[in-house]
DNA sequence: AAATTAAGTGTGTGCGCACACATTTAAAGT
DNA sequence: ACTTTAAATGTGTGCGCACACACTTAATTT
């Protein structure tokens, strides 16, 4: 007697499941028993059961279900280590952001890093991780290879994880929140390049330890803005050089711009990475002057060499946004069990001197 | 006896109305009373209960409180009637979101709409409003005297409010947000003058109709455009022509165009409402090329207009984002009983035509 | 045939709160 | 002194769910 639900608040619309139990003929703790995979049901009911909730899209009510205080739910962050300000602390913050959100669900977040420059410290980490059995993960696959094995582990135990920051496409994840890298590369260049008097030098710096580290996402910007140089035939207008930078060794990252600069005048300056109020520095100490110089990522050094001109342009792309995105779909997949996308490119955002600072705060804002 | 609380959920954490009423010395039902101002409490008792809460900071559990399923809230919103696609649809879908992810908590949403061209329709949804007795309101105050005057009755009834779109800083509200208008103008000016070259006209071009209505928003943009030209005595440079558009009358528009071409070549123009798409349609039928348009907001058409090339940027606001950050203000405020931050800033939003499609689309994910 | 066991099923309690209702207390009226 | 009345306070129930536990039935075992 398959009695329609009635009255319940939801202005009549929500099934419960006792609404369920009375349509399948059986009492609540049946259903819960389906519900939970607990077994210890006979396949007809179970089946008949399962129909039920599946005709009528049935979704636990999460109020209920929280309150009601069923075991708390462990959620791991693994990302690279950072110093206050740096980018992966952004994305920390965010991370934080939905954790407060959420922690009224009983669900409590875990912090873990390793070395971004050190493969070994990310897979020392995420053996822990496994072996500690959580309820859901989130991080950063900065190394391709140590993360796709990572992956296959946790989808063995049945952990649904997140990405951020980068893309590994291979990896089945409830979600990927970052920036589409190559279109941030192919947009660096139309910045850099607008209005750049041609004839003229242009600087590719690349940060030496992060390339030697196999970085995905600043290689893929690379390739991006490359593809805008060769799209338009910049080649021809612009010297276009390369530079790597060691941090240990400044005198010479100052000597070989100067050097490029006697040769041809530098007119623009690009790098892939947060790093670029160093080249800032390095061209102010080379004495290179009005070099139009983009970077990527508001950290407080970046911002102002943003503000005091010597850096023309930074590329943003939320880290909160992505560290809070995560894991609130996290929750949505686990808790409220809906469904999620897998792959969602967050904006290139393009800062200046004047909308910078509204920038941070809307964004600090968010974060409270 | 102030028995400390032990044992809860939340990791012995909380404190609940019982452990208040045990600590008071008093039954839940007279802390219930203090809580909900339902009078019928002793001087004294409702003193002490005060201050306990006070002290603890004591915050009633969310989900038990939405699942006690106490009456219905109803927030109602206020904005200009709009078609698909317009500027106001996207912070209508703002709303829409928060709605869908509050009403599990008892929360339902009103939508009315005014003629953002006649003061007098909106003075008459503010009375309708007012006569229906809210829980909470959203709207845009784009008439400034009747908002001010609405606000204030709102006030009298006690009724909590946010501000979208455009800031009146008389009103005592929850919340505002929505773009420095001003500091958007100063951006549209250094995009639209950066790489100009000199000795040409730009145009400045003005809605007739929004303008005759008072549009707070589009003169502020201006004022801070011209702000910026003043800063930079970029009057020497250019020669700055106005023009008034009226949607009536195509032709004149392109006509009076195509005269102050022939004057004086334009090479860029500006407009600081979301019908750059129209402008840029006068300018091609006029056969003036080259000009760099700008103007405001990711509508369908402007985005149309921004990838065919003939709009060099939009500078967009994040309107569903004020929608949605609103109402989830008033959800903090009164169910969560939050502060929260008057005044918020969203981010001035650089959009070209590499990077417009994944803004939009995130935009349209996260409203999902 | 009685006792044991396992599989399947139902019942009861509490999470923290809101609200209706019952009860006590004090003040006022007869 | 006894009722009436109002003010102050306490008690009980249910929201939807999770989980422990009690219970039933039928298949074994002794």
Known sequence: MTKNITENSYGGQRLRIKDIARMAGVSVGTVDRVLHKRGKVSEDKEKKILEIIEQNNFKPNVLASSLAGRGARRFVSLIPSFESGEYWNYIQQGIDKAQREIKIHNIVTEHRTFDQYDSDSFATETKKILASSPDAVIFSPVFIDESLEFAQKLDDKNIPCVLVDSNVEEIDCVAYYGQHSLKSGYTAAQLLFSGLPENTTVLLAR??????????????????????????????????????LHSGNQPANIRRIKKIAAHKPISGAVIFSSKVHRLAYYFAQARVANAKIIGYDELPKNVAALKDGSVANLIAQRPEMQGYLGVKDLFKAIVQKQSTHRTNYVPVDILTKEIVDEYIEFNQRLNE
Request: proline share 0%; net charge positive; no cysteine.
């Open 207 to 244: 940060s030496a330890r992060l390339y030697s580290a196999g970085s995905n996402q600043a290689i893929l910007r690379e390739k991006g803005f490359m593809n805008y140089v060769r799209e338009y035939k910049l080649d021809n207008k612009y010297a276009i050089e390369r530079i790597e």
